[in-house]
């Protein structure tokens, strides 16, 4: 319950005293310590209005530079995490050992400005700094938590709930911390068991890099684990005697601490050499293998990896057709990685290689999850401005007063002056504005000025700053509408369509299979083993995708994270997310557009696969079996026919 203005002290106390209500009898005893120490170690008042202390400009940079590897590596888990939890509210944060800001996910939707004014690079979130919260409070507390609503010590950040989880170097000391903060009613237990996931995740790509010279062995008690967030990774040198063990192996072998086995060859945990596993693993494609450990003979599944180096050796020993011919071999640039063979993708390829070292403005054009944001990331890429900041805003996730703090800058005399917004933050590198037509008026004059001048007008009496920034722009809908209806100034609209690039919806896409394979791939890197049915990618490319690439990539991230074996088929489909639809309601499709095309023996052919499909329950291989044709050539045909693939929700139903 939300306290009333003034009296967040008092509960506090009476929590610590045991006089309050039912509320604080729940307050969990890692709240309490965090209080006691508010009071009596740093002596913080509830009720203060401070805002957050933000570190100097040159502390931050420092900070940034020291932290570049485990940016890199959690910029993905944060990008996962926060679509993973779209149109919740959550933004997701990332700190350094110390809880200062390091970087943060999110279209940072607060109502909440006190707690906004902390969501600076920066910002300093230690309990010293910033009371009771999820992320200062994980660092002591080192384990994952829920700061909820009134837990909080300032009353300020009352509004929030907060989940944070410590991530921990190889040696075991804890370098960070992942949050994903949000107005959220409920303290929500499943939004914390996905940051928990995602900073384990974290954790194992910082581990698998700083042993990437190294010999790595990957277990679980489970196969299809391997390779997850939950596995269990143990480092080993050019000698083949343990370098390292991560927390999850530690765990799962029973061990207090990495030292019971430093130094011993891999032989004295699991009954196999670490060069019988290295072979066993290369000639079984790196399949999880059944090995036992020695101490209490406990079943593992493993695979064994060589250092990084040999296994890029092992890569370039067949040679490229280019190879081949003698001819010399042409890098390909970030933006070749996205051409998988659609035409329309193809030409929008080559178009932004043409402009990737000009300051053109570009304006992607398409629906919501075509990838648009992707797109914008390879092209700074594959340019001269790869090395400097990608910065990315959502024009329509704030109102007016908080869009126009997040793009040009605070005013006033805060602690966060000298950060002047998102644009600066830019400077040098690019500027990605997704949907940029909900920007409101006034700032998009503000907008204009800046691509016009190439300079910021900070607030008061400050000089103009001047920016260098690559600008991209993003739309869902009809810019040129809003132009009419005078909700988007024309003279802007001209200036950002420098060049407009559409961007295809999945449905109509020519490389479906290809980029369903592509997808896959890169949501399978860390375990090579999982593979796909050529039915299962029949059945996906069949599927409208309302949802675009995102919902394909979270089908896909599903269907892996709870397949029970490494074979995916259609039975890993999951019902709940509405692939096909009921065959009773293609029934109800004649006039639709993909049907009205189709001549009259077509219709028929079209009305007789229907009921058979009707009569064996959308069972596509009976079907395929009674007509004697292959399962390929019936979804072949049902594409041709417009008949959507039906769902496994439909068919349990019958």
């Not at 800001?101 to 910033?130: I, P, Q």
């Not at 300032?154 to 911390?177: H, K, M, Q, W």
């Not at 499943?190 to 698998?208: C, D, G, K, P, Y």
């Not at 990838?371 to 401005?385: I, N, P, T």
Request: hydrophobic share 40%.
């Amino acid at each position: 319950m939300l306290q009333p203005i003034g009296s967040h002290t008092r509960y506090i106390q009476s929590v610590l005293k045991g006089t309050a209500r039912e509320d604080g009898a729940a307050t969990p005893d890692y709240v309490k310590r965090s209080w006691v120490r508010c009071l009596s170690q740093y002596h913080l008042d509830p009720q203060s209005q401070r805002e957050p202390f933000v570190l100097p400009r040159e502390e931050r940079l420092a900070r940034k530079e020291a932290n570049l590897e485990l940016v890199s590596f959690a910029d993905a888990e944060m990008a996962h995490l926060y679509h993973q939890l779209a149109g919740s509210g959550y933004s997701i944060i990332l700190t350094d050992h110390d809880g200062v800001l390091l970087d943060y996910y999110g279209d940072l939707s607060f109502r909440n400005a006190a707690f906004r004014t902390g969501l600076v690079l920066g910002a300093v979130w230690s309990e010293e700094h910033g009371g009771t919260n999820g992320m200062g409070t994980c660092l002591i507390e080192r384990a994952p938590l829920i700061i909820h609503r009134d837990q909080h010590f300032f009353s300020r950040n009352t509004g929030l709930t907060c989940c944070a989880a410590p991530i921990f170097d190889y040696r075991g000391e804890l370098v960070a911390v992942l949050d994903a903060s949000g107005e959220s009613d409920r303290a929500q237990q499943h939004t914390l068991v996905l940051v928990n996931m995602s900073a384990q995740m974290i954790e194992n790509r910082l581990f698998l890099n700083k042993f990437r010279d190294g010999f790595v062995v990957r277990f679980h008690s489970r196969p299809e684990l391997v390779g997850t967030w939950g596995e269990g990774i143990i480092a080993l040198d050019a000698a083949g005697t343990i370098a390292a063990l991560d927390r999850n192996a530690l765990f799962q072998l029973g061990c207090k601490g990495a030292g019971e086995l430093i130094g011993a060859p891999l032989e004295r945990v699991f009954n196999i050499s670490l060069s019988a596993l290295l072979g066993r693993s290369q000639k079984k494609s790196f399949h999880a293998l059944p090995i036992y450990e020695t101490r209490h003979g406990g079943r593992f599944f493993a695979v064994a990896q060589a250092p990084q180096s040999k296994r890029l050796q092992a890569g370039k020993q067949q040679p490229t057709p280019d190879e081949e011919r003698g001819a010399p071999s042409i890098s390909r640039s970030v933006l070749d990685e996205l051409d998988l063979g659609d035409p329309v993708m193809g030409r929008n390829i080559q178009a932004a290689k043409r402009l990737e070292s000009r300051d053109v403005p570009l304006l992607l054009a398409g629906e919501s999850g075509t990838g648009k944001e992707f797109f914008a990331r390879a092209l700074h890429s594959a340019s001269e401005r790869a090395d400097k900041p990608f910065v990315a805003v959502n024009c329509g996730s704030l109102p007016e007063m908080l869009m126009q703090n997040e793009l040009f800058g605070r005013g006033g005399s805060g602690p966060g002056d000298n950060d002047r917004g998102r644009i600066a933050q830019a400077n040098g590198g690019m500027l990605f504005l997704d949907d940029v037509g909900d920007l409101p008026l006034e700032l998009q004059a503000q907008l204009l000025h800046v691509i016009e001048e190439r300079e910021l007008m900070p607030h008061g009496s400050e000089p103009a700053v001047k920016v260098d920034v690559r600008l991209v722009c993003a739309i869902r809908g009809n810019l040129q509408e809003k132009v009419r209806r005078g909700e988007f100034r024309e003279d802007l609209f001209y200036r950002l369509q420098g060049l407009v690039l559409p961007l295809p919806p999945l449905r109509e896409r020519q490389d479906k299979s290809a980029l369903i394979r592509h997808i896959f791939a890169q949501e399978v890197a860390a375990t090579p083993s999982v593979t796909l049915s050529e039915d299962l990618v029949e059945a996906l490319c069949a599927h409208s995708w309302p949802g675009n690439i995102r919902q394909l990539r979270n089908v896909l991230r599903g269907m892996i994270a709870m397949r029970t074996s490494d074979r995916l088929d259609i039975g890993n489909l999951p019902s709940d997310y509405g692939i096909g639809v009921p065959v009773a309601e293609t029934q109800t499709r004649e006039a639709s557009p993909e049907t009205q095309s189709l001549n009259p023996l077509e219709k028929a052919e079209r009305a007789a696969l229907l009921r058979e499909i009707d009569l064996h329950h959308g069972n596509i291989s009976r079907v395929a079996s009674k007509l004697g044709i292959g399962r390929n050539t019936l979804y072949r045909k049902m594409r041709r026919l417009g008949i959507a693939f039906p769902s496994r929700q439909s068919s349990a139903r019958r």
